[in-house]
């Protein structure tokens, strides 16, 4: 799933994360620091409990993001807790 959205959107350039619903599955989409899009999977069902492709990719997300996303309810534990490690810092 992962793969099919990274390869279907390579070639567009996000400006800001995006949410794509893949099969019943919600996908977030973020702008990598290498200038790259990296898809993360926001409600595993299986090991690994954190996927995203491409997997080798860093990135930030603005802290609203990832509060609004807890509060909805609409990504697992593990997820929430990697999300929060690529918080944006103030003064970034």
């Known amino acids: 799933m992962l793969q099919g959205i990274e390869f ?6 996000l400006s800001e994360p995006v949410i794509r ?6 996908v977030l989409g973020v702008r990598g620091d290498a200038g790259q ?5 926001l409600k ?8 995203q ?3 080798e990719g860093t990135y930030e997300l603005p802290a609203v993001w990832v509060a ?4 909805e309810h609409r990504l697992s534990y593990t997820v929430a807790s990697v999300l929060r490690a690529h918080v944006r810092s103030l003064g970034r």
Not at 21 to 26: I, K, R, Y
Not at 37 to 41: F, G, Q, T, Y
Not at 44 to 51: G, V
């Open 8 to 13: 279907g959107e390579r070639n567009s350039v």
């Open 21 to 26: 619903t893949v099969d019943g599955h919600e």
């Open 37 to 41: 899009n990296i898809w993360i999977l």
């Open 44 to 51: 595993p069902e299986a090991p690994p409990f954190y996927k």
């Open 53 to 55: 492709m491409p997997p």
């Open 68 to 71: 609004e996303l807890g509060r």
